[in-house]
């Protein structure tokens, strides 16, 4: 259980759901209209997932060390390591498991004949490094790096698929532009969506982190200005979803559309009405647990695709 904690299992098991709803419901779909193999092999596709499952799990451990102070003072009951665990176990797993994330990225790279690929696995664990050791303690650096990542959770697919292609000596010319604009859609979505909930994660951490001396927005600002902070952040994700649901009806993606009406918008609604009774440190805690839910619920939708007509 413990090691459940430390390294988010939970989290890690969102990261291969979304990784494969977008190789299932984007890319399978899409080079199948276009008459394209697919570039990576099913044994390939899961050593992908694999090898940044186990970077993001050194990731993880490496933050837990390095925020154990606050994490005492935030969360105590929740604190593993120095509490449960040795605490020199969370930075020697991350090298452990970084160290293996990395040289099995390397050898995927290898099989699939791309040199540019060998520098992803060490391009994700250095910023899950230096977000831990430096970036979360900084003004907005620090939810922009874990923003980014979960963008690139989405994003990393299409980047292994695109630099394999000429590999197989084939590309899907035609599907190409609607594979990139989902793409596009969909990390945006995640990038927005993570970036809020790590301001409201802010608040909620505003006693530790300021004990340790960071200086994030919560704590700039204080959680009155921070509110209306992400009030706006809020009402223009909302105008972004509600434009999302135009254009799928305008293309007559029906089951997506009413997915969006009926699941996507009330949700989002409800984030807004509940941040705005928000008062205090615990009364965003709870916020913070809906908006990961919130993120998956926007990215299962992928199922909702229809390949039959395509964003222009």
Not at 106 to 121: C, D, E, K, R
Not at 253 to 281: E, G, Q, R
Request: with cysteine; hydrophobic share 55%; proline share 3%.
């Amino acid at each position: 259980m413990d090691y459940i904690r430390l390294f988010r299992v939970v989290n890690l098991l969102i990261m291969a759901l979304i990784m494969v709803f977008v190789k299932f419901f984007l890319f399978d779909p899409s080079l199948a209209l276009d008459k394209v193999a697919s570039p990576l092999s099913d044994m390939q596709f899961i050593w992908l997932v694999a090898t940044y499952m186990l970077i993001a799990a050194g990731g993880y451990a490496i933050n837990d060390y390095y925020d154990v102070g606050m994490d005492e003072i935030n969360r105590p009951d929740k604190t593993v390591l120095r509490n449960k665990l040795p605490l020199s176990l969370g930075q020697n797993l991350f090298f452990i498991l970084t160290a293996i994330g990395v040289l099995s990225g390397f050898g995927l790279a290898y099989t699939l004949q791309s040199t540019t690929l060998y520098f992803m696995p060490v391009f994700v664990a250095a910023l899950f490094w230096f977000y831990s050791t430096k970036y979360k303690r900084e003004m907005v650096s620090g939810n922009l790096v874990v923003a980014f990542l979960a963008a690139l959770n989405i994003g990393i697919i299409f980047i292994y698929y695109t630099l394999s292609f000429p590999s197989i000596g084939d590309f899907p010319i035609k599907m190409f532009p609607y594979i990139t604009k989902i793409v596009i859609i969909f990390a945006s979505f995640a990038f927005f969506v993570t970036f809020i909930r790590e301001i409201v994660k802010d608040v909620v951490d505003i006693k530790g982190d300021t004990e340790f001396g960071c200086k994030n927005i919560a704590i700039h600002f204080g959680i009155k200005e921070t509110k209306l902070v992400l009030y706006v952040l809020s009402f223009v994700l909302l105008a972004a979803i509600m434009v999302f649901a135009y254009f799928t009806w305008k293309l007559n993606k029906d089951y997506l559309f009413w997915y969006i009406v009926v699941v996507i918008l009330p949700m989002w609604i409800y984030f807004i009405s509940n941040l705005f009774k928000a008062k205090d440190t615990n009364d965003f805690k709870p916020l913070a647990l809906f908006l990961k839910i919130f993120m998956v619920a926007g990215i299962v939708s992928l199922q909702l695709l229809d390949m039959s007509n395509q964003w222009r």
